[in-house]
């Protein structure tokens, strides 16, 4: 039977341990960030735009005295920043014990990183490929740590072009590269829980997806904003499918949870099922080669 009433409620206490999230300035991330928080969890979040990580971080704070909270630089959109990140945190913190891949672009104009990716897989996809690899390290070496990337419904739109992943060659169609971008997170997923699951037991990787939720995500699309004004659920609801995936002790490596409502859309977080297409070993692997080479962290 499946259990339809998980809660934040059910959440452990994560006294002691640190989590970092990325995009932790709006959203579902901030949100996740709430919650670690109240938790008793050391919450880094790792933000773009820090005066507006810290404003976050005080209205948290404001909510829960000694919240323990530190807001630092990260742009997923340059290689270079990535490695400034993980130099500082791994200087200053000595274990990871969740590192939840939320931050995201939807459905925005055609532009490229710093590193010359298309953007939507560059931030989505690329720049947490190269941000897990430099910290996999710390997360091996912490016990029962987790890595959660944060996918989406739209990853069973996605179809990857590797002949074109930076869109060089064909007409840009944004919606399309963020369904790509978004099956690439599945990928990443399910690569990274198989190369650990022979050699190592810790970190777990657990996928999530939120549904359809009302954050900033749309701000590139008055129509999907619009739309979502009716049909999409609370940022706090959506958030349970990631807590969920970072924190539920049954949760197995490989896991993929979102929520249990009709077509995923909404609703207390369950384990769900991806795509066909988003198990495909042999397309995992070949994304999982490409990022190595285009970003240059292998692991
Ligand atoms: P928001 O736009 O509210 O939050 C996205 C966060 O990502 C923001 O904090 C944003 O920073 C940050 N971000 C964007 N680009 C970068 C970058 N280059 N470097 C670092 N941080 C960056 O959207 P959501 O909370 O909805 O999205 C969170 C995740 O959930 C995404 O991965 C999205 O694909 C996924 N998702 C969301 C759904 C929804 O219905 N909302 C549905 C399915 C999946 P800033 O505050 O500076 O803009």
Same mark, same amino acid.
């Given at each position: 039977m499946i259990d339809r009433s998980w809660s934040s409620d059910d959440i452990l206490s994560q006294l002691g341990r640190v989590a970092i999230i990325t995009g932790?300035?709006? =959203?579902l991330g901030e949100e996740t960030a709430r919650v670690l928080a109240h938790k008793d969890a050391h919450v880094?979040?790792?933000? $773009?735009d820090t005066v507006k990580g810290e404003k976050v971080a005080a209205v948290i704070r404001g909510e829960k005295k000694n919240a323990s909270i530190s807001v630092m630089a990260l742009d997923l959109c340059s290689l270079k920043s990535i490695e400034d990140f993980s130099n500082k945190f791994l200087n200053e913190y000595q274990r990871l014990d969740l590192l939840i891949n939320n931050a995201g672009i939807m459905m925005c104009p055609r532009s490229t990183s710093?590193?010359?990716?298309? #953007?939507q897989i560059g931030t989505n996809h690329f720049g947490h490929f190269a941000l897990t690899g430099r910290l996999i390290e710390r997360l091996k070496s912490t016990e029962d740590s987790r890595v959660v990337p944060v996918s989406s #419904?739209?990853?069973?739109g996605g179809k990857l072009n590797f002949d074109d992943i930076h869109w =060089?060659? $064909?007409?840009?169609?944004t919606i399309k590269a963020y369904c790509d971008s978004k099956l690439a997170n599945l990928y990443f997923s399910y690569e990274l829980a198989r190369k650990l699951a022979d050699t190592v037991t810790t970190p777990r990787i657990v996928a999530a997806h939120p549904g359809v939720c009302r954050t900033?995500?749309? $701000?590139?699309s008055k129509v999907v904003e619009l739309m979502g004004k009716f049909m999409a659920q609370e940022q706090a609801v959506g958030a349970l499918s990631l807590l969920r995936a970072a924190t539920d002790p049954l949760a197995s490596n490989g896991d993929y949870y979102g929520p249990s409502g009709l077509f995923e859309m909404g609703g207390a977080p369950v384990k769900v099922d991806s795509t066909q297409r988003s198990k495909d070993e042999s397309v995992g692997r070949r994304l999982w080669e490409l990022s190595e080479e285009l970003t240059g962290i292998k692991y």
């Amino acid at each position: 039977m499946i259990d339809r009433s998980w809660s934040s409620d059910d959440i452990l206490s994560q006294l002691g341990r640190v989590a970092i999230i990325t995009g932790a300035s709006s =959203g579902l991330g901030e949100e996740t960030a709430r919650v670690l928080a109240h938790k008793d969890a050391h919450v880094v979040m790792a933000v $773009r735009d820090t005066v507006k990580g810290e404003k976050v971080a005080a209205v948290i704070r404001g909510e829960k005295k000694n919240a323990s909270i530190s807001v630092m630089a990260l742009d997923l959109c340059s290689l270079k920043s990535i490695e400034d990140f993980s130099n500082k945190f791994l200087n200053e913190y000595q274990r990871l014990d969740l590192l939840i891949n939320n931050a995201g672009i939807m459905m925005c104009p055609r532009s490229t990183s710093a590193d010359g990716f298309e #953007i939507q897989i560059g931030t989505n996809h690329f720049g947490h490929f190269a941000l897990t690899g430099r910290l996999i390290e710390r997360l091996k070496s912490t016990e029962d740590s987790r890595v959660v990337p944060v996918s989406s #419904i739209a990853h069973k739109g996605g179809k990857l072009n590797f002949d074109d992943i930076h869109w =060089g060659k $064909r007409n840009y169609n944004t919606i399309k590269a963020y369904c790509d971008s978004k099956l690439a997170n599945l990928y990443f997923s399910y690569e990274l829980a198989r190369k650990l699951a022979d050699t190592v037991t810790t970190p777990r990787i657990v996928a999530a997806h939120p549904g359809v939720c009302r954050t900033e995500l749309t $701000r590139h699309s008055k129509v999907v904003e619009l739309m979502g004004k009716f049909m999409a659920q609370e940022q706090a609801v959506g958030a349970l499918s990631l807590l969920r995936a970072a924190t539920d002790p049954l949760a197995s490596n490989g896991d993929y949870y979102g929520p249990s409502g009709l077509f995923e859309m909404g609703g207390a977080p369950v384990k769900v099922d991806s795509t066909q297409r988003s198990k495909d070993e042999s397309v995992g692997r070949r994304l999982w080669e490409l990022s190595e080479e285009l970003t240059g962290i292998k692991y």
